[in-house]
């Protein structure tokens, strides 16, 4: 069966025998109803139904039992040689465009397939899985597309070891394609760039802002309207006892899980998103400092997690999801919201970009430390 088919008719086991039930019936109601009475709809509906989900072998072998089917009904039934020719010539000509059909969807299928690796390979190019460790703390990611079918997403997220610490940067940039692609691409790199240098997260978040605007007002994609970005930017310095720093520009809040499985909001100075602090005349958001003592893990996501909702409209919750857990690592805590966000909302209708960061527990020895 083909993949990237419609949930009518993709979505089971019982889909490729559903033809075959049609011409079951069609010839059964044949032998039971009158000379006059005409079934052939349900024997083109067989090939119909086969070309655009199942093999060029499948939809062929369908089309020539209709017709072989309609055939003989002709010859039990003893109608009129025009009749006879008429009903079998129909369905005939119904199988060849059922079998046309099925090659026009199977190019269709090499294209978005083409077209979704290719989408695919420009994603992991500009959003490059991070390593799964940065200096002592583990790191996990994952990516979850609304749509089968969604090319290129504006979600985006970094891991840097720095020598002020271990640097996040979790974001959304606003609008979808080939603009919001560009717009990841000059917030990563300008990243990249400065989470090196500059010791003052207020900074990083700075020049990120410069970056965006300067490459807004230099290129059309990059639009006022389109261009702005929401953004988390997260740091555990070296020092002792461990911290974790948070500055938020306008993105959804982070979420601390601690050891005993308490799990709580990091709430921060509201504060406009990147490319669009030109509209205020001070700088925007304070650095927020909170305890990450080991076992902790600490949550970044984008609003296709936190705006996913039930069928009563009722909005996804991570904290009231998390709170009481806990979990060995950052990567079981990414399955398992990803999981619950996908069983609470009705449907997907935002991308989701997660990162877990965790401060794990000592096990006694230097080597583990570092591990």
């Not at 093999?55 to 072989?68: D, I, K, W």
């Not at 979600?155 to 070891?161: K, Q, S, T």
């Not at 990450?292 to 970044?300: A, D, E, N, T, Y």
Request: with cysteine; charged share 20%.
């Amino acid at each position: 069966m083909r993949t990237g088919t419609p949930w009518w008719a993709g979505g089971g086991a019982w889909y490729p025998w559903l033809p075959l039930v049609l011409l079951v019936v069609g010839t059964v109601a044949d032998l039971l109803t009158p000379p006059h009475l005409t079934l052939t709809p349900l024997y083109v509906a067989a090939p119909m139904l086969a070309a655009p989900v199942l093999s060029l072998r499948v939809t062929a072998l369908y089309g020539l039992l209709a017709t072989a089917s309609v055939g003989v009904q002709m010859l039990l039934r003893e109608p009129s040689v025009g009749e006879a020719i008429v009903k079998v010539t129909t369905v005939a000509t119904i199988s060849a465009l059922a079998v046309v059909v099925n090659r026009i969807v199977a190019r269709r299928d090499r294209r978005l397939a083409s077209a979704r690796e290719v989408a695919e390979a420009v994603q992991r190019a500009v959003v490059p899985e991070p390593p799964d460790r940065a200096g002592t703390l583990r790191v996990a990611t994952r990516y979850q597309a609304a749509q089968r079918d969604t090319l290129i997403g504006g979600d985006l997220y970094a891991v840097r070891e720095t020598p002020f610490g271990v640097r996040l940067l979790v974001g959304d940039v606003r609008g979808k394609g080939l603009a919001a692609t560009e717009a990841v691409a000059v917030i990563l790199g300008a990243f990249r760039e400065v989470a090196d240098r500059e010791p003052e997260l207020a900074e990083v978040a700075a020049y990120l802002e410069a970056a965006l605007v300067r490459e807004r007002e230099q290129r059309a994609p990059l639009d006022p309207v389109e261009g702005f970005t929401t953004a988390v930017l997260a740091e555990v310095p070296r020092e002792r006892p461990v911290t974790v720093r948070i500055l938020n520009r306008g993105h959804p809040q982070p979420v601390l899980l601690t050891p005993d499985g308490d799990a709580c909001y990091l709430e921060a100075e509201p504060a406009l998103p990147l490319g669009l602090g030109d509209l205020l005349p001070t700088p925007m958001g304070r650095v927020r400092s909170t305890p990450f003592p080991p076992g902790s893990h600490l949550l970044l996501y984008t609003d296709g997690v936190s705006e996913a909702r039930d069928e009563h409209g009722v909005f996804f919750d991570p904290v009231e999801d998390l709170n009481g857990r806990s979990f060995p690592g950052p990567g079981l805590l990414l399955d398992r919201v990803v999981a619950d966000v996908v069983k609470h909302s009705t449907r997907l209708n935002d991308d989701m970009a997660l990162l877990a960061l965790h401060h794990p527990e000592p096990r006694g020895t230097p080597e583990d430390h570092g591990a």
